[in-house]
């Protein structure tokens, strides 16, 4: 029997190769999917199957793709894919000693499937089940993407998919999720990899609640962001997003063939914060590699070719399937040479400080200027800066007319990663940014005051 | 929170790596363990403890060597070792956010131990437990390692550790076992990989037993070998191996040096059995890739240096490892240029047949042809070829006048495989073999005859 | 300044890229042309041409596939391709500090070039000269391969083009050549990687000559085979040859299914020689990986779909890549879990003796077998087995009536590896093969007698 | 035949595998040699001489290790060296078909040998000649690291050695030299990385010259400089390195650790000069990755341990054997998790400004402040900023009076990452500096005014 889960860093997201005697299904594949052929391959199987748990809303599906590659079957819930076919619940899949069982459990999204696993080999108890975004370890999946007025029916439907049809597999029942922490699909995701039914009935929130009426008020009171990219993901995944083949290549664009198309184009800058702070094209988004995934959807444009500024052309390859993922395909190239071509070439650049708190105490007006946190709501609230603002990175650039222009702004996350992307928003409006480095791990370690709750 | 799964194939020996916030523990360490630190390294951990289940017999501890690299405390159960420190029932072991608690659990050997995972960031409840060879899936671990006086009694406390130690853990809890399909230290260890209490509470049939006295009986009627190199893994356990630093090298030696120091060293090839059979060096012992890990051991003498015959230089790694991974270090070389050369040389070689069933069957005399079965006892019970005698291949040398030299003996395993060995002992000693291809499972296939339970 | 050489091993098959200050050239791409995007990368590099040195008949150019992924401008000589562009005699192209001239050189093909380079950097004397197929390591290309009318011709030319266009540049100049050791492009081609006209010139027997006269009969004296593939290869390389964008995928097939179509397909088996004679599939041609590239387009038929039976499926990646360097495209799959589930599968097999020299002598009747050398003509008269009868392997289907049907036919080669792809075809056509491991360096090792010249 | 380059980036050194029917030899190899041994192991070869050009000053030879793993035969020319043999001039080494022959060529050091290599396969001319560093592409080596009393000696015999010891080769011999393009062991070595005795004839400066003494003033003429830590090479050199068996393990330290340990450590920040002037921990050396190789050894102390900052944890094996191969051993470990975990846990940072060239003129006071030239000598007077001051960067601290305590220093390198470690240097020393990215190459781009020649 093979079981392998395929982390997609960043978005946290979970796949799965699942199969027996040669016989083998993939369960929510991402788009760069050569990795489940080689799977396949390594261990002598075919796919033949590719199931899907939902119309994923944060990744584009690679289902369309996967069955390009291989001719498997998709298979996913009720909804008007224009690809694939529906699968019943009840429905089985028999794969060599498996069978999978699809589980109709809606809530997350109305159409979301479960899909348990028999290891005939070993009896005919349920050992397994893929949990999509129904159920998470130590979170249920949000219920509140299709807007305020389906809310409640939805976190109702939940709680029965939960509690009538996923509990009762039993507690020895190993889970398999669409999501680990990090990712945009749940409120708060644990960051253990591992959990069953039982160990979920005992740690998991939403899971401990007295009855209904308590899980509907908790899916109604979790406070989320939906990135703006999340509708053209779920458009792309009912329609069937367009094929790739392989991963589209980028070039490298000279320095000054860049300048000259500045503005036609969109600049990503990945590199650290730091380096971003120091010296950087005027214009370029700055996005460190480690936030691309999660906020890379909140701020680039969909349509413009993308130039990316790269710190080593060996991220080259990460930044591509990142970008691919979430429906980026558009990459014009990168910048040849990287900043020091720029630099040579003797072309503009913009700079604003970056501070470590140390460094922010000593000036001595810092106690004068503005400090906003860009955190997520749900981080603010359990504790901020004694005086800060808030408004969250992703609507900074809509809310932009509260941040002061005739003083400098102190960025505050939880450690300057996204107060870099957050900086470069503010620099092209025309604010004067700091970053903090280190944010509030920083603001903590040094002892200076939090409140909470306020605002 | 970290927690990989490191299997090493063949021994189907599984160890863990495991940590949170930069502190890290291995669980049962193999000896080449270079792969422990790049996971530690790439998680950005340090390998603070290194724990053991159990005095392992079918392979070399890497406890030793680990400590070495990384300077990490040694764990293990009440036993003479010359290493390492004792751990209590109890004990407490901190791990960034997680807490591994040490748990007596006799049986399989009488100082073994389990350590429960408990991850403080979701609640106080037990998420894991490794448990060594006590509980693996769908099998308890061998009560036989220690002789028939005290198999009882092993048997007795293992049932003690299974039914009050580990089984009130919980049904959800996620077991981590020492060993996976097909090792030597269960009878009938599951293909999956993945289990729960709760899974095992209904689907291990030791644990199906009516009470202690049917656990009992049931470890008692277990129908095991015992390879010979198990005591050699024990003594070099106990006394810690000597250490490698990094694995050995191994240089090609050209085949006239080879040919001339043949008497002193052993001679293994490495290649699938239907190259050994058509051509191979007199003397040399069979041992195809799949199965040198498991029956190495069995066959192979300790002390004098071992020449390698591969297929591929590429095989070498593996087969390196494959052999430090069960105590023979002393490997000198492999023959230059590989069996071409040898050919080319023009030195001795030798061949039998190796016959798919359906050649087999064309020959007129199949009929009166010696039928040897060297599969181990409990294959043999589940179904043999009508009129075959059985000789475990492990046994074979010991039992060789048994068979007969005045006809051509054709050997049966499952596949062809262990056949190829049992094929070079064979003619090592005289007699003339015939490796079935396809093994049983050819005969079977072939419609063939089968019987039960007889001898 | 950049110059690398990219090997493909088996057709000996040598292409280049050089670049400076960020433009690069290819000469001479093969199919599989990611390894050039690569290189480029790596060294910060754009490819802005691809330069021909003549439509090559052993392999499928990469330039258009190479054109379609990158937009550079495919070059060649003087004949009508359907792509890419004509580039003339003393036409110069500019790469940062390099400057490459284009020169004329008929005599292997009418249209071949050659192309100098400069070095601006170092001064405007020519460094090096990328040869095609006109110099190379110890040799000058085959002229025969336009028909016995047109290679006195071509001769004359080739002639021309050594001692005219190339050998004036100096001796101090480095030669790039198109193919190295083992190709079929040229008699004698030496192992050497590198040279220089000057070593050439004193080295090379084609340039040791004592005149034009001299040089047109040592070329017209060539015994060369020409692989029935090569016109195949010209005329794709004249049309363009298809895209194939990756490599194609090969899919695993259970022998069952592979059986039931076995009419409608090419079997390649690319195991070891020992391997095939013990146990194959009726049918399968013999071609071990060594000889696949320089043998496969002797003997495998275009059109059918192709299913390859495989040691291991590492070996899979670099079958399919050699496959389509030499136009087949039309891979259908592997079989699953290769000889040993056939054999399990109890399918249909064939064998046959696999001898060492050893081996062979010890026969009684070893005087009394047909002994048949398959190598080429030329190693053939270097010396043969005494009494032995000559058929080139690759003419061995066609003359196969001058082989005996009664008596077992000793195979000869140089190692016993195209023996194999011999027996092979011999079995196919109701001979008995026996395949001599070693071939003719385990004769000579033996000291058994050589004839030379006879046939 | 087997033969092939390995290069260290950075030195720019260049050994060498040569070998033939599974002999080779290693020419001047590195300290992380296991490469050495994977080469020959990939072309079926033992190796059994290791050649040694002249007791290399900058870099650790690999000889005593690589001797260590495979009891090859160390060869070096007249010096009491404590390891090895001497070699003779006209001395011959035959590896299957090669023969090499010594040579004698002092010069460049008194002991320097050079290699000839004869192909007997093709024929008994010289093909290629390993040449040190008594003639590398370009250029001549250095003959000035013996002082100025020997210098006018050894440029005399190195005359002699290049004109009648290697001209005499023939035009047509390929070389092959211990350094390339950037290495400190020859004033003005090409980029270009093939040559032969006749393209140097025609193109390098130093072959040129009219006599022997115009080829004396030449040398003596020679503007070059000595690293400090070449001393502490030529010792190692000459009494043989410390074995290391494999590369030393690095550890992940906490921040806080280190920050506690900070006055006993040497402290090497390999990040972007961006990222470093952005923020950086007081007293860390900037040491960008790219000049590690050839300014690690002026600045960086023998003795101390060595903590590393890194941009991402897969720098780390680069780095190490980088500081292995100028012999800093004592590795203690690198920052965990770099400077993010620094600014989380609010230790003190320092920061200066970088700028880019239009940043810099649109300061109001670029006139008037302090304009620095680090580069080196031979740099600075091919061209430089009008109004700079010169001292090299390897000088700095021993000169660091000549530099401003009361106003900005601007920094001036290439492109601005040498400029990041005078940086360092000056913040060490109290100074305020400015770096300016993009260099010189920046500066010349804006079309700002050059000197030639002045100070």
Redesign the interface.
């Known amino acids: 029997?093979l079981?392998k889960k395929i982390k997609s860093e960043g978005l946290a997201h979970l796949s799965y190769i699942i199969g027996s005697e040669?016989q083998a299904a993939v369960v929510d594949p991402r788009r760069d999917c050569q990795i489940y052929?080689d799977l396949a391959?390594?261990n002598?199987?075919?796919i033949f199957f590719i199931l899907e748990t939902h119309r994923n809303e944060d990744y584009v599906s690679g289902s369309r793709e996967l069955q390009a590659?291989t001719g498997a079957k998709v298979l996913h819930g009720d909804l008007d894919f224009n690809y694939g076919e529906r699968v019943w619940d009840g429905q089985e899949i028999r794969l060599g000693m498996l069978t999978l069982r699809a589980i109709e459990t809606p809530g997350h999204t109305p159409e979301s499937m479960c899909y348990s696993v028999v290891?005939n080999?070993?009896?005919p108890?349920v050992?397994?089940v893929f949990t999509g975004d129904t159920l998470l370890?130590?979170e249920a999946g949000r219920t509140d993407l299709f807007g305020p007025d389906r809310r409640e029916i939805l976190s109702s439907l939940q709680y029965d998919s939960l509690f009538d049809r996923l509990l009762p597999l039993?507690?020895?029942?190993?889970i398999l999720p669409a999501h680990g922490a990090g990712s945009s699909c749940g409120n708060n995701i644990?960051?253990?990899?591992?959990?069953?039914?039982?160990?979920?009935?005992?740690?998991n929130h939403a899971l401990m609640v007295g009855g209904k009426e308590e899980f509907i008020d908790l899916k109604l009171g979790e406070v989320l962001e939906k990135p703006p990219y999340f509708e053209q993901m779920e458009r792309l995944n009912l329609e069937g997003a367009p094929l790739i083949?392989?991963l589209p290549?980028a070039?490298?664009v000279?320095s000054k063939e860049a300048w000259a198309m500045i503005e036609t184009m969109v600049l990503l800058d990945l590199?650290?914060p730091?380096?971003?702070?120091?010296?950087h094209i005027p214009g370029a988004i700055s996005l460190p590699m480690d936030i691309l995934p999660n906020y890379g959807g909140w701020v680039i444009p969909y349509g413009p070719p993308i130039i990316l500024i790269l710190?080593r052309?060996?991220q080259?390859d990460t930044a591509i399937r990142t970008l691919v993922r979430i429906g980026y395909d558009n990459i014009a190239g990168y910048i040849?040479?990287g900043?020091?071509s720029?630099?040579?070439?003797?072309?503009?650049?913009s700079?604003f400080e970056?501070?470590?708190?140390?460094?922010l105490l000593e000036r001595p007006d810092h106690g004068h200027l503005f400090y906003l946190d860009i955190r997520a709501e749900k981080e603010w609230r359990v504790g901020h800066a004694n005086g800060a603002r808030h408004i969250f990175v992703g609507h900074l650039e809509d809310r932009i007319d509260e941040t002061p222009v005739d003083r400098e702004t102190v960025i505050l996350c939880s450690?300057?990663?996204r107060g870099s992307l957050a900086a470069s928003l503010l620099e092209k409006h025309g604010r004067a940014p700091i970053n903090l480095?280190?944010?509030m791990?920083?603001?903590k370690?040094?002892g200076l005051p939090i409140d909470r709750f306020s605002r």
Chains 1, 2, 3, 4 share one sequence.
């Open positions: 029997m079981l040669g052929l391959q390594e002598n199987m075919d590659m290891d080999e070993a009896g108890e050992v397994a370890v130590g039993g507690d020895g029942v190993i644990g960051s253990r990899e591992y959990s069953t039914i039982g160990l979920e009935r005992m740690q083949g392989s290549r070039f490298p000279p590199r650290s730091s380096a971003y702070a120091s010296s710190d052309s060996s080259l040849s040479g900043m020091e720029w630099h040579k070439a003797a072309l503009p650049t700079s970056a501070l470590s708190i140390r460094e450690s300057g990663t480095l280190g944010g791990a920083g603001w370690e040094a």
